[in-house]
């Protein structure tokens, strides 16, 4: 088969599953929010949550005053570098100066909310207009409140050697999440879907349907008094101010970027690293024997070091610079590909992969005689094992998933789907473009061969990306590009060539946005992956019920696992003309085809309205969204 003639995503793959999940929500319930048939949610004046009070009495100051978080020099590298020492540190984005309260539904509303979407004339009712917004149950007395969990779910989350307010030393900001959150390496709880968290039932009278799902409720054991330790406090005020961009005006009103899947805003923490980079310590690196050669290798590797910590890899090795996810796949398949696939061998997308997933492996086949085969999704827009089981054959050599998809947020089981993969010898790159701003990666526990992703999508600067992939295939492969950096030694009979990561990194690097991009890092690690996820998620439920209860509004891609992304259309306004509309509004979203044209096509749409979230976005944003997509078919 050539590539023109790769199959398109539904129609010519065995299993397809037209409806919906084996576990989660029920299809009646899930097209009564598809099609908009929910009903605004009652118990809108939602009573003070069950953890406001405890957490109001609750305060402490950032231990993050005393943490530099700058980089020093770095181990095996020239010590000649100086430390950053003019740059201001960002203000503690978990300072609790404003009241932190619980995202916890509160349970007479999600009690309330629960009989709406049970009872079948609650599917007709009229939703609210846009001066009567009902409260959602995360809205209290016009304050939106952090993500955190009630203080005896927390306090029972913390690690029997819990950090005490008082306890000296360094502060694990990465803390696990709550016992009773359940997240497995790169997934997030699940959105649409009553199953009982970790098969623990649920306590009693916590309610069981969709998205309301108690995230955070409390299993019975989580109630027990805790040894006392560090909160980690999420506030989301704080977070803003380290966003200088967050403060802009467009059309006269103020920004709302929702548009973080096409790239994120960058904190003040990167742009002052730019600054010192280029001020103190700019060179070429790994060449020049003198003083700023030696800051800038310093600079640039421990880079390398920091974003090898932060997914996990086993080593800095394993960590290729390359301008960004596209260049990554690109790198996979020109070098691994062309060397050990060939005639008849099958390469494995999914139907959600972004173009970037697909064309560089379009390119290879034609090259090598290989065939794409696709893995369909569910009407919901989820990719099940068993589709994905039944689209490997003893031909597979490799598969190439995207972690999280860009046009509708759906988490791929990528961990599970490695596991099936390498069951049949196949090698596994994930794309992970649209996972690591959302939550916690760890590439060895998914086992990933390679995994890539983008610095922009990261608060970084663009033009810098990683490609990590195992040392073990990395010194197999070819290099991709020839040039300076990558050599042993060159003479025009014949070249060898440095050993990984040196060996794809041909010419001069991204410098400064590799630096910009280990700032990055830095400040996600300082407040936390796991609390970035726990804010979004809380977030993206909240989102989603806003858009799915607007009367002209069906949301596309309703998986049971999802990040970051909400896509909709509306009866009335194309999507293109629905995002000039947000616009005037100051609302930056995507509306278009999001590079997923098979997505696009797989649910018969050219594009969607796309408003994309990050860990700047609040409460207060998504109402204003909801407002404007209400004026804009209300006209
Ligand atoms: N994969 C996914 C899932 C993406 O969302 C994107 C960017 N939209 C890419 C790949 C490509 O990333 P980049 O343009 O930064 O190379």
Known sequence: MTTSEVPAPVSVLPGVTATGAPRGIDDATLDRITSNLLG???????????????????????????????????????????????????????????????????????????????????ATSVAPSSAAIPASPYFDAGIHQSQIPAPSSVAAAAPATGITEAAAGPIDWSPPLPANV????????????????????????????????????????AAAPAAPFQRRLFDVNDIRRDFPILE??????????????????????????????????YSNVHRAAHELAARSTDAYESAREKVQRFIGAGSAEEIVFVRGTTEAVNLVAASY???????????????????????????????????????????????LLSDFERTLTTRTKFVSLTHVSNALGTILPVREMIDIAHRRGAKVLIDGAQAVSHFPVNVQSLDADFYAFSGHKLFG????????????????????????????????????????????????????????????????ERIGM????????????????????????????????????????????????????????????RAGHHCAQPTMDRFGLEATVRPSLALYNTHDEIDQLERAVRRALQK
């Not at 008849?344 to 697909?358: A, F, P, R």
């Not at 490609?467 to 991709?480: F, N, Q, R, T, V």
């Not at 799915?548 to 049971?560: E, Q, Y």
């Open 248 to 281: 802009e005006r467009v059309h006269g009103k103020r920004l709302v970027w929702l548009d973080n899947a096409a790239t994120t805003q960058k904190p003040q923490a990167v742009i002052d690293r730019l600054v010192h980079y280029y001020s103190h310590e």
């Open 461 to 524: 600067p663009s033009a810098i990306g990683v490609l990590y992939g195992k040392k073990a295939l990395l010194d197999e492969m070819p290099p991709w590009q020839g040039g300076g950096n990558m050599i042993q030694r060159v003479t025009f009979e014949h070249s060898t060539f440095a050993d990984p990561p040196s060996r794809f990194e041909a010419g001069t690097a991204a410098l400064g946005p590799a630096v910009g991009l280990g700032a990055a890092v830095d400040y996600l």
């Open 40 to 122: 605004p949610i009652p118990g809108a004046a939602a009573p003070e949550s069950a953890g406001t009070a405890a957490l109001t009495a609750a305060r402490t100051t950032s231990p993050l005053a005393s943490t530099s978080g700058l980089p020093g020099p770095t181990a095996g590298v020239s010590s000649a570098a100086t430390p950053f020492p003019g740059a201001p540190i960002p203000a503690a984005p978990y300072l609790d100066e404003a009241i932190h309260q619980s995202q916890i539904p509160a349970p007479a509303s999600i009690a309330a909310a629960a009989a709406q979407t049970a009872a079948p004339g609650a």
């Open 337 to 383: 590909g062309r060397k050990f696939l060939g005639e008849g061998d099958e390469i494995v997308l999914s139907t959600l992969e972004h173009h970037s997933n697909i064309v560089p492996w379009q390119f290879l086949a034609e090259q090598v005689g290989a065939v794409i085969r696709v893995v369909p999704v569910t009407d919901r827009g989820e990719v």
């Open 182 to 221: 359940e997240i497995h390496d790169g997934s997030l709880p699940r959105l649409f879907d009553d199953a009982p968290l970790s098969g623990k039932p649920p306590q009693d009278g916590a309610p069981s349907y969709y998205f309301l799902t108690p995230i955070l409720a409390t299993r019975p054991e």
């Open 530 to 589: 796991q609390n970035v996820a726990t804010h979004e998620r809380a977030l993206l439920a909240y989102a989603t019920e806003a858009l799915a209860r607007i009367p002209g509004v069906r949301l596309i891609g309703t998986a049971p696992e999802k990040a970051g992304v909400v896509s909709f259309i509306t009866d009335k306004i194309p999507a293109e003309e629905m995002g000039k509309i947000l616009d005037q509004d100051g609302i930056a979203v």
